[in-house]
């Protein structure tokens, strides 16, 4: 179609949706965190209700059009691009918050609202939305909601499914629902609100939601500790958990530390060296919390588990402690890493890590190999680096015979392909390895069911049949 | 060589501070409270000294709570040999802080005080000056750069000119300044070894008596008013014309 005509269709049968087929509008909607793709959108349009996404599929239905639905674009599989002239339908003007019920502790949002601001509206009624990650500043609601989104803090709040209490959906058959109401009990047949979150824009588009806002945490510190090995890791987890009330439990190695300490310019944490680094954030208000923090450490150190350890004396502190996990990512940037998010029971990550470790040591011994990972939600980062030497086409050809060697361990540890990143178009092809044919057969009935002209994102999570 | 600090426990930096519902005070319950930052800067610069050889004690003293003596621990595991609280409820304005603390300085006979330049709770910025008024002493405030040689602290101050270097005789009150030093991690080890190390609790009115005719009372918190939104003008000729409406020009 020509942009002539797009502008012509859209005014004539959605006159009240803003729209734009400007070339440099279409290249900045079409595109998410990933670089894989060419960009390919043939519209951006933003509504502003859910009635106008209503028209909206309705008309993509009538037409024979693909919807991409948008958020912040913040994701890395791919989820939210546009690659087949699609129309982007973007959520960036429906970013209405309130009314918030004090009683029920629930405040309505349109899908455009970002992360943070509902984190400032709860702090706002002195209350806390715990879902937080790096990109909260430009991440939206429905898009969180879209991919489950975990974060920083999982291991004690759980994903964005936890805070869902209500959803406004408008299904690819064009169809309003509005699912669960922000009822805390509601045992009435198949919950379709928890089917839709995490659904990745393919059954339907979030238009709205009612949010779970709670009490704030108390106050924290972080723990910076430098354990002895791998094995030690699991035991130090153990006992933190039975002990602290934890927040997070991040790992990291030896080599990862020593990329970020040259890349930000930091000092070294410890005088000696460990080849594993553990850190905690726990409630840390009063001096039971600090006899229980100590108590912890004590019994690491005699085990000799715990090597040395550090303790945030102020939340300054905790952040520069901070800094020497979040720091990790950007520090091996210029290294071209091949990147994986990966999921196992927790008991598993040693003999997921050792068993990678030995085939990458084997088969690639010019590989360096940088883990880290939220530990306490089975969650690793596997960053392997670019060798100076080799070329990046010869690398990622040797990293694409890698993926067999990851997805056939995570396969057979029953883990996951994609821990919080999303399936998309990037893990697509992977999805067999985590869901099994049966169930991706019934995705893709309960797909047909939802959206049966395929309207919605096609192409993405669900494998090409 | 001894090296009196003082410290406050106060809420942490970065915590966004909230006024309780009737205005009454700050909201405290569950909120993250540490040592005044510049007296973290304090601590640390005494320690350096120490372990430069040029000081052979460090003491810190804390006019708060109970929980103060929280702070006092941290102060002890980075690396202070003996604490003191004088346990105060009730919240203390500098001249009484600035009287409790001459006592000490008249019973430990530092020879130098070293003490954060304000609390970032009321930032006051009076108390280092008043107690080098009372012990009638000399001192170096809004220091960022201190060395000592032959009874003698030579201090660069940041003044609102630029830098400023004055030396002055010993024993002498030095208020500290943000680029002072970075201030050290506590290692966990040495957390475990500074409960052995001793802190002295006693009431703050058995060292300042009565101190109720100096007292301040506030009646009143308010938050700041949010900062109005911004406005987009198209012309300089429509700026003005809001300029003029508000008043703000003539």
Redesign the interface.
């Given at each position: 179609m020509s942009p002539v005509d797009t502008e012509t269709l859209l005014q004539t049968h959605v006159p009240e949706v803003a729209f734009s087929t400007a070339p440099d509008a279409l290249v900045h909607y079409a595109c998410d965190w990933t670089r894989f793709h060419t960009p390919q959108a043939e519209a951006v349009l933003w509504p502003r209700t859910t009635g106008q996404v209503q028209q909206i599929v309705r008309l993509a239905n009538a037409i024979g059009k693909a919807l991409v639905p948008s958020g912040g674009r913040t994701g890395y599989s791919a989820g939210a691009v546009a690659t087949a002239g699609e129309w982007v339908v973007s959520m960036d003007k429906m970013r209405q918050i309130g009314p918030f019920d004090p009683v029920d502790r629930l405040v309505s949002v349109q899908a455009g609202v970002a992360t943070g601001q509902l984190q400032e509206f709860a702090?706002a009624q002195?209350l806390f939305y715990p879902v937080d990650f790096a990109s909260a500043g430009s991440s939206q609601i429905g898009g969180n909601i879209a991919t489950n989104a975990g974060g920083i803090r999982v291991l004690r709040y759980g994903t964005t499914r936890d805070y869902v209490a209500g959803l406004t959906v408008v299904t690819g058959t064009g169809e309003i629902l509005r699912l669960n109401n922000g009822l805390v009990k509601n045992a009435t047949g198949l919950d379709l609100r928890h089917l839709m979150i995490g659904s990745e824009g393919v059954l339907g588009i979030i238009t709205e939601a009612q949010m779970r806002l709670i009490d704030?945490p108390?106050?924290?510190s972080v723990?910076l500790?430098a354990l002895s090995s791998l094995d030690a890791v699991m035991r130090v987890f153990a006992q933190a958990r039975g002990k602290l009330t934890l927040s997070s439990f991040e790992l990291f190695s030896h080599l990862a530390l020593q990329y970020v300490m040259n890349h930000r310019q930091l000092a070294a944490?410890f005088s000696g060296e460990s080849p594993w680094y553990v850190l905690l954030e726990f409630d840390h208000?009063s001096?039971t919390d600090?006899d229980a923090a100590?108590a912890f450490?004590?019994t690491g150190?005699e085990s000799g588990d715990i090597e040395?350890?550090?303790?945030?004396?102020?939340?300054?502190?905790a952040?520069?402690?901070w800094q020497y996990r979040e720091g990790i990512s950007e520090s091996i940037a210029e290294h071209t890493p091949y990147k994986n998010d990966i999921a196992v029971r927790i008991s598993q990550v040693p003999t997921f890590m050792r068993q990678l470790d030995a085939v990458l040591k084997q088969h690639y011994p010019g590989f360096e190999t940088v883990w880290f990972g939220h530990i306490g939600d089975g969650n690793l980062h596997l960053n392997i680096l670019k060798p100076e030497d080799m070329d990046v086409a010869e690398f990622q050809r040797q990293c694409e015979a890698v993926n067999t060697h990851v997805y056939g361990l995570i396969e057979s540890l029953e883990g996951s392909v994609s821990a919080e990143h999303g399936v998309g178009l990037l893990k697509k092809p992977y999805l067999h390895h985590s869901r099994s044919q049966t169930e991706i057969a019934l995705m893709r009935q309960i797909k047909q069911a939802f959206d049966p002209n395929g309207v919605l994102n096609p192409g993405k999570m669900l494998p090409d049949s | 060589m001894k090296i009196l600090v003082p410290i406050k426990r106060v809420v942490d930096y970065n915590v966004r501070v909230q006024v309780k519902p009737d205005g009454s005070g700050v909201a405290t319950d569950g909120v993250k409270m540490s040592i005044n930052p510049f007296d973290e800067i304090a601590i640390e610069e005494a320690l350096r000294l120490k372990e430069q050889g040029k000081a052979d004690e460090v003491v810190v003293v804390s006019i708060g709570p109970d929980e103060a003596q929280q702070q006092l621990r941290t102060a002890l595991a980075m690396g202070a040999d003996r604490a003191i609280l004088l346990q105060s409820g009730e919240a203390v304005q500098p001249l009484q802080a600035a009287n409790a603390l001459l006592k000490i300085v008249q019973e430990e006979q530092p020879e130098l005080v070293i003490m954060g330049k304000q609390a970032i709770d009321d930032d006051n910025n009076q108390t280092p000056q008043m107690l080098a008024t009372l012990w009638d002493r000399p001192q170096a405030t809004f220091v960022s750069k201190l060395s000592l040689e032959n009874n003698k602290a030579t201090a660069t101050r940041e003044v609102d000119a630029g830098l400023e270097t004055i030396e002055v005789e010993l024993p002498a009150v030095i208020s500290t300044d943000l680029r002072l030093n970075e201030p050290r991690f506590v290692k966990l080890p040495d957390i475990m070894k500074a409960k052995r190390k001793p802190l002295e609790t006693r009431p703050l009115s058995d060292v300042t008596g009565d101190f109720s005719e100096q007292e301040l009372t506030i009646t009143q918190y308010e938050a700041p008013q949010p900062r109005q939104k911004g406005v987009m003008v198209e012309s300089v000729d429509e700026l003005i014309t809001l300029l003029k409406e508000k008043g703000l020009v003539a």
């Open positions: 702090h002195g704030p108390a106050a924290s723990m500790l944490p208000a001096d600090e100590m450490f004590e150190l040395d350890g550090i303790l945030s004396g102020s939340l300054e502190q952040r520069q402690l | -």
